[in-house]
């Protein structure tokens, strides 16, 4: 069976500030990770996803991940927030295909001025 | 390209009652996935649908049932529907993965009320 735990229901940053989103997962076996943005009254966006190529992965809107295999964590940095990354993220894990996840219950990213 | 569209956007039905919320996947896509996504939570696999039977299934009783047509579009139905089921319905539609992963993108949902 697979989990996932995103650490904070909520994080409120400045904007310029950098943003940390956290995700930790429980796996018995790497699996495939993906991490998806959802504006209000909208379905899913992906935002980047890991295939067990690179450890550093780049997504859309300038936002990288780091796959830590070790620590069983995909955290989400982004150096510089801006007001239009005010929305709820989702990180999710997948064994067999992108069709079939299992999503964390997601962080709601608040951007002050 | 359309996306994946789903109809309708928003549902008030009352206890008790049934509904189907339909999907049609992105254009040269095979597989259709539902999820339930409660207030507050992470969307919940529900099934997914290829080649018109359905494939994997996650927790969810058989008052939820599903569909999918030759040209692979879909339909969710749920039976005797309950307060609980109040939530926004996604559905995403992907490539069936032979070889490597593909990416699955999702719709825009439909908000079902139960009343």
């Known amino acids: 069976a697979q989990s996932v735990t995103q650490l904070g229901s909520h994080v409120s940053v400045s904007e310029g500030a950098l943003v940390l989103l956290r995700c930790n997962y429980s796996s018995s076996v790497p699996p495939y990770l993906f991490w998806y943005v959802q504006y209000p009254n909208q379905g899913l966006q992906l935002l980047l996803k890991y295939t067990s190529a690179a450890t550093l992965v780049k997504g859309i809107n300038g936002f990288e991940a780091e796959f830590k295999k070790s620590e069983t964590s995909f955290h989400l940095p982004k150096p510089s927030a801006h007001m239009s990354d005010a929305a709820e993220y989702f990180c999710a894990v997948s064994h067999t295909n992108a069709g079939k996840s299992t999503f964390g219950d997601g962080t709601t990213l608040t951007v002050k001025p | 390209d359309a996306g994946v569209t789903q109809s309708p956007t928003h549902l008030i039905k009352t206890r008790g009652q049934q509904v189907t919320l339909r999907c049609s996947p992105k254009?040269?896509?095979?597989?259709v996935s539902w999820y339930q996504q409660a207030l507050g939570q992470g969307p919940q696999f529900i099934f997914q649908?290829?080649?018109?039977?359905?494939?994997q299934r996650g927790n969810f009783p058989d008052r939820f049932s599903g569909h999918q047509f030759p040209n692979y579009s879909s339909e969710l139905n749920v039976n005797a529907l309950l307060l609980g089921d109040s939530a926004l319905y996604l559905c995403?539609?992907?490539?069936?993965?032979?070889?490597?992963?593909?990416?699955?993108?999702f719709g825009q949902g439909t908000r079902l009320t139960v009343v």
């Open positions: 254009s040269g896509h095979d597989t």
């Open positions: 995403a539609s992907s490539s069936f993965p032979l070889v490597v992963l593909t990416e699955a993108f």
């Open positions: 649908y290829y080649e018109e039977e359905e494939r």
